[in-house]
């Protein structure tokens, strides 16, 4: 089976839209896989993109987006929330981000390497550490020795201390803090993955493939997808994450695809569900190409994608 034969309709050429440089990059990169040499214009067209000179323009050098004496005030709006829309967003490095990521390296980690909230140290905060590896990854950061002191915090406690993987926020499991938690492990480069972080992908994907979603009642928010995302996950992001696992093959990740699948409109698209306080490019209840693009990708992962890579 071919992806293109689970959608009604082709969105490509949509996601190829200039109108937007950010999913236009991300398409040209995952489903055409060009080389990045030939993607400089691209780039350069994104941060130049109305929406990143905006936020450009709101930088201090002192505060940054929020306040240098906690990365995390401001919520999504703040320090953290910024990277992580900007690498979201796939935007290159750019001046202004560098303090703020080593304003996060120094001041957002705990005493074993973490990234968290103050005040909180019984939860392993899975969701901002997945999203600030994200982060640190995709700004040049990954080898950086305070990052991957998290990343080891991290596949220490899902591998050693499992009884770890809850949130005292969720009042238990949260498993929109597992997926984060995997998708800052799959940021990684995979040929520099040692064997516990591979493992600890597997207890990540096997957690979250065996959940017991029940999308009619307690979890229909799963089918509420938005972009930019915080520490909120949803379905998209759920498939889109799996994905890129050994979890893709097992059976209860086909009842998910389908599910995700039924999320498409007439014409191959997916739409934004909730509204995002720091970028309102999208309008809610209206197509995104956000979301589009990352269940395209989703279905090429599990398909292969010989039609536009080739």
């Known amino acids: ?78 320090n953290f929330g910024t990277l992580y829309l900007f690498s979201q967003m796939a935007v290159p490095l750019f001046p202004e981000v560098s303090p703020a990521c080593e304003n996060l390296l120094d001041r957002g980690r705990s005493d074993d390497g973490r990234f968290m909230l103050g005040g909180v140290p019984t939860s392993p905060w899975l969701c901002y550490t997945g999203m600030a590896l994200q982060i640190m990854e995709h700004f040049g950061y990954g080898n950086d020795l ?6 080891l915090a991290l596949i220490q406690t899902v591998l050693l201390h499992p009884e770890q993987l809850k949130c005292s926020i969720a009042n238990g499991s949260c498993h929109h ?18 064997s516990d972080e591979e493992q600890a992908m597997a207890v990540l994907g096997e957690h979250l493939i065996n959940y017991p979603y029940d999308f009619g009642r307690h ?10 995302r915080y520490y909120r996950s949803d379905l998209v992001e759920l498939c889109h994450v799996l ?26 698209r997916w739409n934004k569900s909730r509204p995002t306080p720091l970028l309102s490019e999208e309008r809610i209840h209206q197509p995104s190409r956000w979301l589009t693009f990352e269940a395209i990708h989703t279905l090429t992962l599990i398909y292969g994608d010989d039609i536009y890579a080739t």
């Open 1 to 78: 089976m071919r992806w293109l034969d689970l959608l009604k309709r082709d969105p490509v050429p949509w996601l190829l839209d200039p109108v937007n440089p950010s999913v236009r990059l991300l398409t040209l990169r995952h489903l055409f896989k060009k080389p990045e040499a030939s993607l400089a214009e691209d780039r350069a067209r994104l941060l130049a993109w109305t929406p990143i000179t905006t936020l450009r323009e709101h930088w201090n050098p002192v505060n940054f987006w929020g306040r240098e004496g906690d990365p995390y005030f401001g919520g999504a709006m703040g």
């Open 219 to 228: 979890d229909t928010e799963w089918l509420q997808p938005a972009f930019p």
């Open 146 to 151: 305070r990052a991957r002191s998290a990343g």
């Open 243 to 268: 994905a890129q696992t050994p979890s893709r093959t097992h059976p209860r990740f086909q009842a998910l695809l389908r599910q995700m699948l039924m999320l498409q409109d007439a014409e191959g």
């Open 177 to 194: 803090g597992l997926v984060k938690a995997l998708a800052g492990l799959l940021s990684m480069p995979a040929e520099q993955r040692t």
